[in-house]
């Protein structure tokens, strides 16, 4: 139940830095983040005129804030960051009050929650939120709308006082457990800035993880508020969104599963394959459904239990799974605090996952702290050996709130300035001396190569190797998103090479 807030034309901008285009960053609705659509949602629904813009590192801010700003006068900006996007949203807010000093700025996600004390020091910002803010998004509208110069308790907010250079820090709600309290994300905010809406959409199926991975600051949010942090929607409410949205996009076919990991609860995953294979059995044309998946030893060991598994997944349609392999050593892998499960073990997954005629992608990282060209080795021959059908490589990204942040931060591994969010994952950020630099922007390039020969056509290899090596360049990544968006036989090659669908993963 949406609860009525005070009437207000209010901004919500996300930030990113790899785009499609400059007048359309996002390539389809999988692209679009929960956290400010729920937010905006909320706002939207309560009676607020809401806009969602997204801006790129091409986006010239001062034209498109000025232009806005001039024709909706709002009165509110809700603004959305992780740490590396920090920089870009701070001259956000910047620039908004440079444009008008009396629009209340407020700044959300990660970056806000986990390094509070470094974003409420930002001279453009009004306010943050820590955590959720699904409740206080509407308590502070209110008090905005009604005029109040300086809001004041609310729960989940640090609310800055100019006057008197203070900082009120309120305390925190519980984590809402009820996830069917919260509205259907509206993507027709987001329709604007997309350049495929109907190539795919994603659908929330719960909030946070169970895990407690190095790399991750999962473990860090779950801090943030009591109660239960790990919480799905139920099968019946994730149904009424999927539909909604089909009926809404009639050429959308392919649906992913947003959610840290299905297999945190084998129960509730079951459930929903239940719910999902009995309305796509009522379909002239059946969904396809992509998710992900975090695989343990005490599953995969049991390969009877997979196989039944994995037919619930062939009964729902679930045609792709995508799996966290990070990296090949076990040695890795357990600095890293993945769910305990074996190289032999993953693989047998993988070889049963192609069985029952399922996708399967991997997430792999590299350049992490304690690796070293042996490790990765290890991984490449654990990609080469599985052969999965899509695999995201990233370089680790030491992300303020993780606990691998901490070990590079202590062992003076992140240079000056190293964490600009240009090249994010797709730069090699950490000075290892057991894994220098220029050999993880080597093995980053090569990866492909090694992975794929006799594989993959030698086309598509050089291909991937080609993007590996333009990513990490701001000005050659540029170049080449003018050549895709101008040539066709650009656009031919990124559709025939180049993975597609969502994965949580920077693409290359």
């Known amino acids: 139940m949406i609860r009525s807030g005070g009437y207000m034309n209010i901004g919500c901008i996300y930030s990113v830095d790899d785009y499609e285009t400059v007048e359309k960053p996002l390539s389809t609705l999988s692209d679009i983040p929960f956290g400010i659509s729920i937010i905006a949602t909320i706002l939207k629904e309560s009676g607020n005129d809401v806009d ?23 009165r509110m900006f809700c603004l959305t960051a992780v740490s590396s996007q920090f920089s870009t949203i701070e001259n956000v807010a910047q620039v908004i009050k440079e444009i008008d000093p009396t629009i209340y700025v407020l700044l959300g996600g990660h970056h806000a929650s986990l390094a509070p004390d470094n974003a409420i020091q930002s001279p453009h910002i009004d306010a943050i939120c820590m955590g959720e803010g699904d409740k206080a998004v ?9 005029g109040t110069s300086v809001p004041s308790n609310i ?7 100019k006057a008197t250079d203070s900082i009120e820090k309120c305390p925190r709600n519980p984590f809402n457990e009820d996830l069917e309290s919260l509205p259907h994300v509206d993507r027709t905010m987001w329709e604007p800035w997309i350049v495929s809406p109907e190539d795919e959409a994603s659908v929330l199926v719960g909030r946070g993880c169970p895990y407690k991975c190095t790399y991750c600051s999962n473990h860090a949010m779950a801090l943030l508020s009591p109660g239960k942090y790990t919480r799905y929607r139920s099968p019946a409410d994730m149904i009424a969104e999927i539909d909604g949205v089909s009926n809404q996009y009639s050429g959308l076919r392919d649906i992913y599963l947003e959610v840290e990991t299905i297999g945190a609860s084998m129960w509730d995953a079951t459930e929903l394959f239940s719910a999902l294979a009995d309305y796509n059995s009522g379909r002239s044309e059946k969904l396809n459904f992509k998710m992900n998946l975090a695989i343990h030893s005490s599953f995969v060991k049991n390969e009877d239990k997979v196989r039944e598994f994995l037919g619930y997944c062939q009964r729902a349609n679930v045609v792709g799974l995508n799996v966290g392999l990070e990296s090949g050593s076990e040695r890795i892998r357990k600095i890293m605090r993945r769910p305990n499960y074996s190289n032999q073990e993953i693989a047998t997954f993988a070889r049963m996952s192609r069985e029952h005629g399922i996708s399967l992608s991997l997430y792999v990282l590299i350049g992490l702290p304690d690796e070293t060209p042996k490790d990765f080795k290890d991984t490449v021959a654990m990609v080469r050996e599985m052969q999965p059908d899509r695999v995201d490589l990233a370089v680790f990204y030491p992300y303020v709130g993780t606990d691998l942040y901490e070990t590079a931060k202590e062992r003076g591994m992140i240079p000056p300035h190293a964490l600009e969010p240009a090249g994010e994952r797709r730069k090699a950020i950490l000075d290892s001396p057991d894994f220098p630099r220029w050999r993880v922007r080597f093995e980053y390039i090569v990866f492909w190569y090694s992975a794929f020969k006799g594989h993959w056509p030698l086309t598509k290899i050089l291909y991937r190797m080609g993007r590996a090596y333009i990513a990490p360049h701001p000005r050659l ?10 040539s066709g036989f650009f656009r031919s090659l990124k559709k025939k090479y180049a993975p597609s669908g969502a994965s949580g993963v920077i693409r290359t």
Do not use: C, F, H, M
């Open 155 to 161: 729960n989940n907010l640090w609310i800055k006082d």
């Open 52 to 74: 969602l813009l997204v801006v790129s590192r091409a986006t010239v801010i001062k034209d498109l804030l000025g232009s806005y700003i001039a024709d909706k006068n709002p």
């Open 477 to 486: 990544e540029s170049a080449w998103r003018i050549l895709n968006n101008s």
């Open 138 to 146: 509407l308590d502070i509208v209110s008090q905005v709308a009604a």
